[in-house]
Nanobody, 123 residues
Framework: QVQLVESGGGLVQAGGSLRLSCVGF????????RGWFRQPPGKEREFVAA????????VYADSVKGRFAISEDNADATVYLQMDSLKPDDTAVYYCAASGAGIETNPDLWNYWGQGTQVTVSS
């Protein structure tokens, strides 16, 4: 059974940083791309960042390029999202996910999801 669990969300002032973690990328998800999505209040879920299983490829949404960084530690079955220079527009529930189809920006193509962690950025 696949279970992804996010942590690290919280309330931060604009310009601050947070580091999200997602555990659960165990052997059953070998070969799956790992990614982060977010859902702002009243909006659709949107792609944030993703990393290939081997870690050789990363993709970012234009809105977070240069501010966010995705990384992985396969030994600990964990994926991270370092978020710097946070803005109020980054306020959302953040979800980690796994995709057997590789890196895709369409959330409908991702197979497994965590329960989400709230990130709130105050101005």
């Amino acid at each position: 059974q696949v279970q992804l669990v996010e942590s690290g969300g919280g309330l931060v002032q604009a310009g601050g940083s947070l580091r999200l973690s997602c555990v659960g990328f165990r052997r059953t998800l070998a070969g799956y791309a790992r990614g982060w999505f977010r859902q702002p209040p009243g909006k659709e879920r949107e792609f944030v960042a993703a990393i290939s299983w081997a870690g050789e490829k990363t993709v970012y949404a234009d809105s977070v390029k240069g501010r966010f960084a995705i990384s992985e530690d396969n030994a600990d079955a964990t994926v991270y999202l370092q978020m710097d220079s946070l803005k109020p527009d980054d306020t959302a529930v953040y979800y980690c996910a796994a995709s057997g189809a590789g890196i895709e920006t369409n959330p409908d193509l991702w197979n497994y999801w965590g329960q989400g962690t709230q990130v709130t950025v105050s101005s």
